[in-house]
């Protein structure tokens, strides 16, 4: 992942400018929307739970199989923030007409990087335009908003995390426009600590043992989501 590539090694600013936003990023971002609408939209499949977000959901392999009864499509895109799922919503959302939408989405925002790390209200003030934007196009459609995961790497940066999920939980049970899953506690340890074994060596993503965690989590909240 880019965060996790800039963060180890350094670079100077100019090679960070375009690792970050320069055109190799965008049409990385271009290349695999058009593979999802070459291989999953002809005719995309109508319904559906669909996943949608960065690279938790796109490394999320198994997902059928651990949503297995949920009729689930991912189009998980690695690296993505919410200014891009939001850019990409009329082609990686609407054309499913999806019966619910879970969205993983925020943890490329909040990077710990320095200048490109966004802070908390910044995020929730996004996923707030992303919904209004969903709804606009599916008046009251189940969202599912998926916790940003506290991860070893992100440690500088997790009580901005922290506060995104809290302001994100609190305006789902003050609203109603979205459902909060909490993965995030199921990553941590009983004292409250990052759990660092459930997560790869980049310590950033999770290993098989952590997305296990996850995605139970995720398939009990959406045991409720509504069905055909």
């Known amino acids: 992942m880019i965060a996790a590539i800039v963060v180890g090694a350094a670079p100077a600013a100019p090679a960070v ?17 058009v593979d999802g609408e070459r291989h999953l939209m002809d005719p995309a499949p109508q319904d559906v739970t ?11 392999e198994t997902s059928p199989e651990d949503l297995e009864g949920l009729d689930t499509v991912n189009v998980g895109i690695a690296e993505t923030k919410i200014g891009d799922q939001i850019h990409y919503l009329d082609r990686l959302v609407v054309p499913f007409r999806p019966r619910a939408l879970v969205v993983y989405a925020g943890s490329n925002d909040i990077s710990g990087f320095p200048f490109f790390s966004n802070p908390a209200e910044e995020v929730v003030t996004l996923v707030k335009k992303y919904v209004a934007l ?7 459609f189940p969202i599912y908003y ?7 790497i992100r440690q500088g940066v997790r009580e901005e995390i922290q506060q995104a999920n809290q302001m994100l ?3 789902a049970d ?5 459902a909060f899953i909490n993965t995030a506690s199921a990553l941590l340890t009983p004292s409250g600590d990052i759990d660092s074994p459930l997560f790869r060596a980049d310590q950033l993503h999770l290993n098989a043992e952590g997305y ?10 959406l045991a409720y989501a509504p069905q055909k």
């Open 17 to 33: 400018l375009l690792l970050v936003f320069g055109p190799d990023r965008l049409e990385q971002f271009e290349r695999a929307v």
């Open 50 to 60: 669909l996943l949608t977000g960065s690279s938790y959901f796109e490394l999320g």
């Open 134 to 140: 969903v709804h606009g196009q599916f008046p009251n």
């Open 146 to 152: 998926v916790a940003i995961t506290e991860a070893p």
């Open 169 to 171: 939980s609190d305006w």
């Open 174 to 178: 003050q609203t109603g426009e979205i």
């Open 212 to 221: 296990a965690k996850f995605a139970a989590v995720i398939s009990d909240a």
